[in-house]
């Protein structure tokens, strides 16, 4: 599709279960990155794949964070014994070569609650 | 020491002044530049960006990029008070793309 797909758009889950977020990236494009924006403005990188390989994993927590992008399906991000800090809006964005000089097109997020 | 720094404000303006942004990064090497806006609630949204030294205008735009300094702002002329946003400053240094945590501007009619 002309833009990246985000769902679900809202996610409730209770502290300990299981979270699953989507990501179609844009047509074309082989790069998908995962921010976390906990506060307002603090974005922070997480995870990025080129194509279906991880392309730079060293935002992801390592204990209960995972992701995937495999082929002709929509990029997962996973969240495991989910915590009340996990609450935060997950964007993910696509870039149609890798990060050097390409800019990257946003979805419209997923807000986590965690209660 | 972050990566990629920016004045979190609030920055208030006079709708039709000049709202000037500013944003330093750490890393000599970074590549390109990008200015994002995100409207409260939404996503980001590329708005500008810049990879050489000087300034790049597009229609109210201007980002302006001095890598011996390492800096780069974004003007906005003839500020409106729809252009009332938080405006992200993102970083390519080749190896990663780091944002800045935004500055939070308001147009005031």
């Known amino acids: 599709g002309e833009e990246v797909a985000q769902t679900p758009k809202h996610l409730v889950r209770g502290e300990g279960q299981k979270a699953k977020l989507y990501c179609a990236p844009i047509?074309?494009?082989?790069?998908v990155f995962w921010y976390q924006q906990v506060l307002k403005n603090e974005f922070k990188f997480l995870i990025s794949?080129?194509?279906?390989?991880?392309?730079?994993e060293t935002g992801m927590p390592k204990e209960r964070f995972s992701a995937k992008c495999l082929p002709n399906s929509p990029c997962s991000l996973e969240i495991q014994a989910t915590k009340l800090e996990d609450s935060a809006v997950y964007f993910c964005?696509?870039?149609?070569?890798?990060?050097?000089?390409?800019?990257?097109?946003f979805g419209d997020g997923t807000r986590l609650s965690i209660l | 020491q972050k990566e990629v720094e920016q004045n979190s404000g609030p920055l208030s303006v006079p709708e039709g002044a000049i709202a000037s942004l500013n944003c330093t990064y750490s890393?000599?090497?970074?590549?390109?530049f990008f200015w994002y806006r995100q409207y409260s609630g939404k996503s980001p949204e590329l708005i500008m960006f810049?990879?050489?030294?000087g300034d790049k205008e597009d229609g109210r735009f201007t980002a302006q990029l001095n890598k011996a300094s390492q800096y780069v702002s974004l003007l906005i002329r003839d500020s409106q008070p729809s252009d009332s946003a938080t405006y992200l400053c993102?970083?390519?240094?080749?190896?990663?793309?780091?944002f800045g945590t935004g500055t939070s501007l308001t147009v005031i009619p």
């Open positions: 890393d000599r090497g970074s590549q390109s």
């Open positions: 810049i990879y050489s030294n």
């Open positions: 993102a970083v390519n240094t080749g190896n990663q793309f780091y």
């Open positions: 794949f080129q194509n279906e390989n991880v392309f730079d």
């Open positions: 964005a696509s870039s149609q070569e890798g990060q050097r000089n390409q800019p990257q097109h």
């Open positions: 047509k074309g494009h082989s790069y």
